[in-house]
């Protein structure tokens, strides 16, 4: 599906190392026509880390859509009634995001803007960075990769010999993950070799 005038939203929470492959696909995603909606959880709207400021983040993200980013739970809430978005893609998503996810634990502004989507039937795509994949947050990955409207961007181990429980999404299959989302179908295949 051409994504061209779709109304985006790209909900980050933590696991600031993937930052520069996220900003990458919001980039391609706005060069493609697309009207891109940041949605920030409220760790990645304060945390300052190695990979860079949070106030920069926000600010990026803004220079690069056009669009103020959400940062309020009350504002992600409107998201639904208000019927604003397509599709929402949580990149990356973290394991406590997932893990709440899966348990329907709605505690911040990224989770409220997922419920509200999925409560209008519109697909969600999750972009999973976690250290846990395959140890406490399989059980939560094999949830949700079972729910209606949830599609998955293909994702593999990506240090198998220091962290043999880590996996993370393969961000350059986004825009594909997302066009397919649109049409109801996940992107295959699912899990890829390690990058």
């Known amino acids: 599906m051409n994504i061209n ?18 900003f990458l696909q919001i980039e391609e995603l706005v060069k493609k ?8 959880s409220e760790q990645s709207q304060k945390t300052n880390t190695r990979f860079g400021k949070a106030s920069n983040f926000l600010k990026k993200a803004k220079e690069i859509t056009g669009n103020e980013p959400i940062t309020e739970i009350v504002e992600a809430e409107k ?6 978005l397509d599709i929402i893609s949580i990149v990356p998503c973290t394991g406590n995001t997932l893990a709440k996810m899966a348990n ?6 990224v989770l409220m803007s997922a419920k509200g989507l999925l409560r209008n039937n519109k697909p969600l795509v999750i972009a999973i960075s976690t250290n846990d994949a395959l140890s406490n947050n399989l059980k939560n990955i094999g949830l949700i ?6 599609y998955f961007v293909p994702f593999g181990q990506d240090n198998y010999k220091a962290k043999p429980n880590s996996m993370v999404a393969h961000f350059d299959l986004l825009i594909p993950t997302i066009e397919h989302a649109l049409e109801g179908k996940q992107l295959q295949p699912l899990i890829l070799a390690p990058e």
């Open 145 to 150: 990769i079972n729910s209606k409207n949830i």
């Open 104 to 109: 329907s634990i709605t505690d911040s502004t």
């Open 33 to 40: 026509n697309a009207n891109v909606y940041t949605i920030f």
């Open 5 to 22: 005038g779709k109304n985006i939203g790209i909900a980050l929470t933590g696991s600031y190392c993937t930052y520069d492959k996220v």
């Open 79 to 84: 998201l639904g009634p208000e019927n604003i």
